[in-house]
């Protein structure tokens, strides 16, 4: 029950955001799917025990393969899905709280919180790149037939 | 490469033209060189350099050619538009389309708001409110005034962008109204949590993705971008924390 609803929710959160950021109309549904298997992924890791750097950038790295598959089925730009189903991973929450730390002159946790930010917006940047470079490296290597199993087809002929 | 000079004039218009729409509707750095790099290459124009700053194009055709920089004021996000520059340099760099036509279709790209009604965005962003409000582990008797909150920010942004220039003064303002409506609301008693409650209202504000996108263009190794959208990023941040600072001391 509690999986259903937070797939819900989320679904609905990252299509709204869709729509502020004005994603073409017939993309919006799947920016939603999107944003929903990373915001899962992420919440599973969280509920055994993973800590959120980690658990973010497992998020991010799903999120890009997805979104590229949908960037190659539809021929549109990868950005379209990928800033839409980032949302919910991005620490938009833990961003106000360091500001809010900061205008209250309470330093010391604005600090603790900023870093948090920081590691966390870092853990899904890279997340994000290194799904890209793994998956060029590889279309390269399929082009190129290289990988073990075209090369041991080419081996049986 | 030695074309017609007005030919020249013309690729260089269209190339940094394509470049800037992408740019202003926030398209990552890397991939508006990429994007004008390939146009360039698919006319015979290989010399082509270009250098891309969230302030400003410069670009090249190379030594005996002209120059050209295009200033860059205004940044959203719009992706609809990046998704049609994207297919006109993809039909360009196919060759089913010519340099002029490429150049009249970015024109109309241009000129075109390509905006949904106001009144579906402000809806959405109290829609996004409530479920992150839920994400963020809220409880549902504060769903309505999430949803109010939410909505109340969106739209406040919107008409004090139009209002003043000043990108930061109208998110203070936005997260002013955020702040007064979530008070309100518990001093009515219609809520409870107000810190859950202005979370999710301002997560429609919030710059999460231009702090994400930072980290990613330093990683790509361009540090002037990454450095501008960092410190965009962190002013936007500022001015939300104020503006909700101010409520609460009230």
Known sequence: MEYIIQMIFSFIATACFGVIFNAPVKAIPYCGIVGSIGWIIYYQLGINGVDEVKASFAGAFVVAILAMALARKFRMPMIIYSVSGIIPLVPGGVAYNTMRNIVELDYALGMQNGMRVFMISGAIAMGLVFAEVIMQILFRMLRKGKTSIQSFIKVKR | ?250
């Open chain 2, 1 to 250: 490469m030695i074309e017609k000079p007005q030919q020249n004039e013309l690729a260089i218009d269209c190339f940094l033209l394509a470049g800037r729409i992408m740019m202003e509707s926030g398209a990552e750095t890397y991939r508006v060189e990429d994007t004008m790099l390939r146009m360039a290459r698919s006319q015979n124009m290989n010399d082509a350099q270009s250098y891309v700053t969230p302030t400003g194009i410069i670009f090249s055709l190379g030594k005996t050619q002209p120059t050209r920089i295009s200033a860059i004021s205004t940044r959203v996000t719009d992706l609809h538009r990046i998704a049609l520059v994207n297919n006109v340099s993809r039909k360009l760099t196919s060759h089913i389309i010519t340099l002029e036509e490429a150049y009249d279709e970015l024109n109309t790209i241009q000129k075109t708001n390509y905006f949904l009604p106001v009144t579906l965005q402000v809806l959405a962003a109290s829609f996004a409110s409530i479920s992150f409000l839920i994400l963020f582990g809220g409880i549902w008797g504060d769903m309505p005034a999430a949803f109010i909150a939410g909505g109340v920010g969106q739209y406040v942004v919107m008409v004090m962008q139009k209002l003043s220039r000043v990108k930061f003064f109208s998110e203070f303002v936005a997260t002013l109204g955020v702040g007064m409506v979530a008070s309100l609301a518990l001093y009515f008693g219609y809520g409870t949590q107000i810190d859950k409650i202005i979370i999710g209202s301002v997560m429609p504000l919030v710059p999460g993705l231009l702090i994400t996108n930072a980290v990613r263009d330093l990683m790509a190794g361009h540090f002037t971008a990454g450095m501008a959208k960092g410190a965009e990023a962190f002013l936007t941040a500022f001015a939300i924390g104020a503006g909700i600072a101010l409520v609460m001391a009230w």
